[in-house]
């Protein structure tokens, strides 16, 4: 058995125990690294020698007030796109290959707070654009349930080292499911945040409105707990909320009785595979035995997701990637002759093929002539998208589907037809239109031995009554507690 299959309050008791120490923690998951890393290639930068040092500093504190926080010494895995101090940052884009940056992100410091120990930076599609990891300036990464699968995307690294075994937990970001749908793929528990929850500064942009900073871990618990560390007003993000943040391990009660389920038809209809439909259709039953109940719903907009998010994401990442021009950091090309060359030569090298279709799409929806056409009714379909989640929300508690529509699918599969691979995010899409908050917890297996996600949206800033409700699903079930024969 792993230290990394204990849940986080088992592994802090034996910590206080002294029968294992930090050093312990961290060896256990470098060894791993060790053993699968070269199969799963979830990693993009180590931090070993800071690690190991961090390690014996936290030994010393054992036993002491400052050892008392329940993420003391426990190590952690951190995605590519969330700045690191002195730790190469790179959004697995070659324009950033070397940049080291000269500040922590919000969320890294309140880690730091905790002391944690990052253990390194996890592979992603390439600015966080990309449902597969196979984006990525570098590498592919691997599911480690099948290695000719995909673990997801964008957040593909930090769900495939959390499966793997090489943390027991990570951090990732969701844009349009970029925590969830990995969580689904690999098995493990993903939840994207309501927007505003957690602070985005340090977080590099994709899709500003959109972005959204979360945890995946092995488990509903652990899942909280670091919730609970990262969440929280932020004086240098004019977009987190000044809502307070509620003990969520007190949320984690088992009961589930009298509560209201919704089931949109529409996660349930056209394109979602009869396997998930049926993990569906058997965990609602699960939560049943539990004393809620479920009804039909309907959310009519949710057919205009896709089409809306593609349009508003790629604006907004036209705007926010014009910073790297290879004129302040990052990549600059060598062959520039005047400096319009540089910032065509500069982006053609630095950016991969997906970078450039998104940015062309979004500037193309900026132009003068489009603007209204496509950017300003893309903005009024997420305004109707976000009503129909109000209006389910006024009569349910929760409303729960599949995560995603299918199983994980093969490596190259859908990489030359972008719509198809757009059409993935379809489930999870919606759920950053609205705003709430969305967790994916294990449900069940396909034929071929792959996990299936059930996705559980909850009311804004009602994270509360989401973990709620995955904790007693996942006490019922055995699910969240296979792990993949790497």
Not at 203 to 212: E, I, T
Request: a negative charge; aromatic letters at 8%.
């Amino acid at each position: 058995m792993s230290l990394f299959d204990h849940k986080l309050s088992e592994l802090h008791e034996l910590l206080h125990k002294k029968e294992v120490s930090v050093t312990d923690l961290v060896d256990e998951s470098y060894k791993r690294i060790d053993a699968v890393e070269d199969k799963v290639k979830a990693f993009l930068t180590l931090d070993e020698e800071n690690a190991r040092s961090k390690a014996k500093e936290r030994d010393s504190k054992l036993g002491t007030d400052e050892s008392k926080g329940l993420l003391f010494g426990m190590p952690i895995g951190i995605k590519d796109n969330i700045v690191t101090k002195g730790l190469r940052t790179t959004c697995a884009s070659k324009i950033l290959e070397n940049f080291n940056p000269i500040y922590d992100a919000t969320v890294i410091n309140k880690l730091h707070s905790a002391d944690t120990i990052t253990i390194g930076k996890l592979n992603m599609d390439e600015f966080a654009m990309g449902s597969s990891t196979e984006n990525s300036g570098f590498q592919k990464t691997s599911n480690p349930w099948n290695l000719e699968t995909v673990p997801g995307g964008s957040s593909g690294g930090s769900a495939a080292s959390v499966a793997a075994g090489e943390v027991p937990f990570s951090l990732g970001s969701d844009t349009g499911g970029s925590i969830r749908q990995p969580a689904a793929f690999t098995g493990t528990v993903g939840l994207k945040p309501t927007y505003g929850r957690v602070s985005r500064f340090g977080l590099v942009a994709f899709a500003s409105s959109l972005d959204q900073i979360g945890p995946i871990t092995r488990n509903v618990e652990d899942n909280a707990y670091l919730l609970q560390a990262i969440a929280g007003l932020d004086p240098n993000d004019s977009t987190s909320a000044n809502v307070e943040v509620p003990n969520y391990a007190e949320a984690l009660t088992g009961d589930v009785k009298g509560l209201k389920i919704a089931v949109p038809k529409e996660y349930l209809g056209e394109g979602v595979g009869e396997e998930a439909r049926q993990a569906v259709l058997a965990s609602l039953k699960v939560l049943e035995g539990m004393g809620a109940t479920w009804e039909e719903v309907s959310l009519p907009h949710s057919k205009f997701g896709v089409s809306t998010y593609y349009l508003l994401a790629s604006s907004e990442a036209s705007a926010n990637l014009a910073r790297f021009d290879g004129v302040r950091y990052g990549y600059r090309t060598p062959n520039a002759e005047n400096l319009l060359d540089l910032y065509k030569k500069t982006r053609a090298e630095g950016f991969g093929d997906e970078v450039k279709r998104r940015i062309m799409l979004g500037t193309f929806a900026l132009s003068s002539g489009y603007y209204e056409a496509y950017y300003k009714k893309a903005q009024q379909a997420r305004t109707l998208i976000k009503k129909d989640f109000e209006d389910v929300f006024a009569k349910y508690d929760v409303i729960i589907g599949p995560t995603t529509p299918t199983p994980a699918f093969k490596i190259g599969e859908k990489i030359d037809d972008p719509l198809t691979m757009y059409a993935n995010d379809i489930l999870t899409i919606p759920v950053n239109l609205a705003g709430v908050p969305g967790i994916s917890v294990p449900c069940g297996f396909s034929s071929t031995g792959l996990p299936l996600g059930l996705q559980i949206i909850g009311k804004h800033f009602d994270e509360s009554t989401i973990y709620r409700v995955a904790h007693a699903f996942e006490q019922a079930t055995d699910f969240h507690t296979k792990r993949p024969q790497l």
